[in-house]
């Protein structure tokens, strides 16, 4: 039997496979509440130990060699030494969450709820400023909190924006570097996020990893800006694209090939039912930056490019191609014309679709366990021809998943590895 990295390559060479790949947990849209984690492992009678979260802002768990075994998962990931709050994600300490779930996090992460039952994150752990983000009592995630004031046009700097966004420093390349390594060597094929190259990701937009955000930070001035402020959007992208390049030379030097995919962007322009933008606005806005930085990457490197756009986007998908996007993640089939023999059909030679596996908002969370045999199968039927697919759910796996469904999911995909 072919080795995981080796599968993977191969549908990402749109070549049939002798199985299909699989991902749970490489990347932060990959993967799986600490929740379900942690109730994974006992269902399956692994060793009893805090689950590691590897993204505290969506509280994915950490699927560790034994679970991923189980899973059959054929990819691992490469993340950043700080997370989106600008905390370093090297030292950790143990926490109890709301939920009662002991659990690894940042140490300068505390889940202790206050008198209102809410759990606050600092900028980089650094309680002299207010809080970036907050998980609200009986919630299972977290969310950003908005910091900036009214903006001034006047003195808006496209600086302001651009705080976020540097070239990277030694001690990041050595870690990118020793993780890269690591990586490699399980045999797996290896998925980098690197940061810093998504271009008006939402989630990044209000700045939780800075002390005091400026600029546009607003989630919603942010979306207006884009027709009210295109100047302004163009010069940031411009900036951030020409940083994204200069750090992505640097990184090619120290990780090379052991890196298989880079996750290059994660922001959204669809809806459960349109598009956030035309294409026209897509072409001026965003592509010339998109195809630069893509351009660099298939010209001087062998990494695939990972996009990741949620929602009804079958009008957008031809310029993904042109900008040089070679996966579409999640795949979201339950969007409204986003059908999957449709998206096999018109786009399956050009994309490889990585997610679309199982639908996340109504078969996995409502369907029952038969229910979800069946469409898993029928999902792996249509993308998993002639390649050019990697089995993961649409997004993140969430904490109120029936256990019984996530395991119907994994004996499904099981099964079709004998």
């Known amino acids: 039997m072919k080795a995981s990295k080796e599968i993977v390559l191969q549908s990402l060479n749109h070549t049939q496979g002798e199985r299909i790949a699989v991902d749970f947990g490489a990347t932060s849209v990959t993967?799986?509440?600490?929740?379900?984690?942690?109730?994974?492992?006992?269902?399956?009678?692994?060793?009893?130990?805090?689950?590691?979260?590897?993204?505290?802002?969506?509280?994915?768990?950490?699927?560790d060699d034994a679970l991923g075994d189980i899973l059959g998962i054929d990819v691992t990931g490469v993340w950043g030494r700080e997370n989106m709050f600008g905390i370093d994600e090297t030292r950790l300490h143990e926490q109890i969450t709301p939920w009662g779930q002991t659990v690894l996090i940042a140490e300068d992460i505390d889940l202790t709820p206050d008198k209102n039952g809410d759990i606050h994150i600092y900028p980089q752990g650094d309680r002299h400023y207010p809080p970036s983000a907050i998980m609200p009592e009986g919630c299972?995630?977290?969310?950003?909190?908005?910091?900036?004031?009214?903006?001034?046009?006047?003195?808006?700097?496209?600086?302001?924006?651009?705080?976020?966004?540097?070239?990277?420093?030694?001690?990041?390349?050595?870690?990118?570097?020793?993780?890269?390594?690591?990586?490699?060597?399980?045999?797996?094929?290896?998925?980098?996020?690197?940061?810093g190259t998504a271009l008006g990701d939402i989630a990044f937009v209000p700045g939780?990893?800075?002390?005091?955000?400026?600029?546009?930070?607003?989630?919603?001035?942010w979306y207006m800006s884009t027709i009210l402020r295109p100047d302004y959007i163009h010069r940031i992208f411009e900036k951030q694209t020409d940083i994204a390049v200069e750090n992505y030379k640097l990184l090619w030097e120290k990780v090379g090939n052991k890196v298989d995919v880079v996750f290059t962007c994660g922001t959204d322009f669809g809806t459960q039912t349109s598009q956030f933008?035309?294409?026209?606005?897509?072409?001026?806005?965003?592509?010339?930056?998109?195809?630069?930085?893509?351009?660099w990457i298939h010209q001087n490197t062998s990494w695939k490019i990972f996009k990741h756009c949620c929602g009804s986007i079958i009008?957008?998908?031809?310029?993904?191609?042109?900008?040089?996007?070679?996966i579409l993640n999640p795949v979201q089939i339950n969007a409204k014309d986003m059908d999957s023999q449709r998206l096999k059909n018109e786009f399956?030679?050009?994309?490889?679709?990585?997610?679309?596996?199982?639908?996340?908002?109504?078969?996995?969370?409502s369907a029952t366990p038969a229910e979800v045999r069946e469409h898993v199968l029928q999902q792996c039927e249509i993308f998993g021809k002639n390649g050019g697919f990697v089995f993961n759910s649409i997004h993140n796996i969430q904490a109120n998943a029936p256990l019984e469904n996530v395991v119907a999911m994994i004996e499904t995909l099981n099964g079709l590895r004998k």
């Not at 130990?49 to 505290?56: A, C, Q, S, T």
């Not at 035309?278 to 893509?294: D, G, I, V």
């Not at 009008?315 to 070679?326: C, K, Q, W």
Request: glycine share 12%; charged share 30%.
């Open 277 to 295: 933008c035309s294409n026209e606005t897509f072409r001026e806005l965003w592509l010339p930056y998109y195809k630069r930085m893509n351009d």
């Open 208 to 221: 939780m990893g800075l002390k005091q955000p400026k600029g546009v930070r607003a989630v919603a001035e």
């Open 140 to 195: 299972f995630f977290v969310n950003a909190v908005e910091r900036g004031g009214v903006v001034d046009d006047e003195n808006l700097s496209v600086e302001d924006n651009l705080e976020e966004f540097g070239y990277l420093k030694d001690e990041d390349l050595l870690h990118f570097e020793r993780e890269a390594v690591k990586a490699a060597a399980t045999g797996k094929a290896v998925v980098a996020g690197f940061g």
């Open 348 to 365: 399956g030679d050009a994309l490889t679709f990585w997610g679309g596996g199982i639908d996340t908002q109504k078969i996995l969370p």
């Open 315 to 326: 009008p957008v998908i031809p310029l993904f191609i042109e900008a040089g996007f070679d």
């Open 31 to 63: 993967g799986i509440h600490c929740r379900i984690v942690g109730d994974l492992r006992r269902y399956y009678g692994l060793e009893e130990k805090p689950v590691r979260i590897i993204e505290p802002f969506q509280m994915l768990g950490e699927v």
